[in-house]
């Protein structure tokens, strides 16, 4: 048995933030993924539309609180990081470390557009949590292949590649505008298809 040191550095810090990150957006949706449904079978939503509330507003109303919850956790988590390493060893180590954690904001966001499109059309949590989970998977998949990793959305998940320096901001941004523009096209879909659905 050889035991050598260990470095522990910012980097290392860094790494291990950008592993935590998926598992935390995945509890977010699971916690969330009913916020649509759950109002189905109360029958709740039903009383504030027959009062004159517009089911467009229901649909904005709720993918902001989405919005705000998941920029809150994702960003304190993040504030929480960057001191905690600042203070214990230099963050400048860490290249586009902004840049890397603003695309994997981005990508919450766009996971969160898909669960009010899909939240919108399934009537139990279970269907959103499957149609969620099934783009992402999907997306990841076809990533796989080189020439069309670039376009995906879960292209942006790959952060330590921007700190480490072994890739460039512009090979992210394809990427960044698909998934905000794939995610605008999410919420505005939410719209008429809940319009739609027998409440």
Request: hydrophobic content about 50%.
């Given at each position: 048995?050889?035991?050598?040191?260990?470095?522990?550095?910012?980097?290392?810090?860094?790494?291990?933030?950008?592993?935590?990150?998926p598992?935390?957006?995945?509890?977010?949706?699971?916690?969330?993924?009913?916020?649509?449904?759950?109002?189905?079978?109360?029958?709740?939503?039903?009383?504030?539309?027959?009062?004159?509330?517009?089911?467009?507003?229901?649909?904005?109303?709720?993918?902001?609180?989405?919005?705000i919850?998941?920029?809150?956790?994702?960003?304190?988590?993040?504030g929480?990081?960057?001191l905690?390493?600042?203070?214990?060893?230099?963050?400048?180590?860490?290249?586009?470390?902004?840049?890397?954690?603003?695309?994997?904001?981005?990508?919450?966001?766009?996971?969160?557009?898909?669960?009010?499109?899909f939240?919108?059309?399934?009537?139990?949590n279970?269907?959103?949590?499957?149609?969620?989970?099934?783009?992402?998977?999907?997306?990841?998949?076809?990533?796989?292949?080189?020439?069309?990793?670039?376009?995906?959305?879960?292209?942006?998940?790959?952060?330590?590649?921007l700190?480490?320096?072994?890739?460039?901001?512009e090979?992210?941004?394809?990427?960044?505008?698909?998934?905000?523009?794939?995610?605008m096209?999410?919420?505005?879909?939410?719209?008429?298809?809940?319009?739609?659905?027998?409440?």
């Amino acid at each position: 048995m050889i035991i050598t040191t260990v470095e522990v550095d910012a980097m290392t810090s860094w790494v291990q933030f950008f592993k935590n990150v998926p598992m935390a957006l995945i509890v977010f949706v699971l916690m969330e993924s009913s916020i649509f449904t759950k109002e189905y079978e109360s029958g709740t939503l039903v009383l504030a539309l027959t009062k004159g509330l517009h089911r467009y507003k229901v649909v904005l109303s709720k993918a902001c609180m989405l919005v705000i919850l998941w920029t809150g956790f994702y960003w304190m988590h993040f504030g929480i990081t960057y001191l905690y390493n600042d203070y214990f060893w230099d963050n400048s180590i860490a290249k586009n470390l902004l840049y890397s954690v603003t695309c994997w904001w981005v990508f919450g966001l766009w996971t969160i557009a898909l669960q009010v499109l899909f939240s919108t059309i399934a009537n139990a949590n279970t269907g959103v949590l499957v149609g969620t989970g099934g783009i992402v998977v999907a997306c990841y998949v076809v990533g796989l292949l080189p020439k069309l990793s670039e376009y995906m959305p879960t292209f942006l998940i790959d952060g330590n590649s921007l700190i480490y320096g072994v890739k460039d901001i512009e090979d992210y941004r394809i990427a960044l505008v698909i998934a905000i523009l794939t995610g605008m096209i999410c919420i505005v879909a939410s719209v008429p298809v809940l319009n739609k659905k027998r409440i």
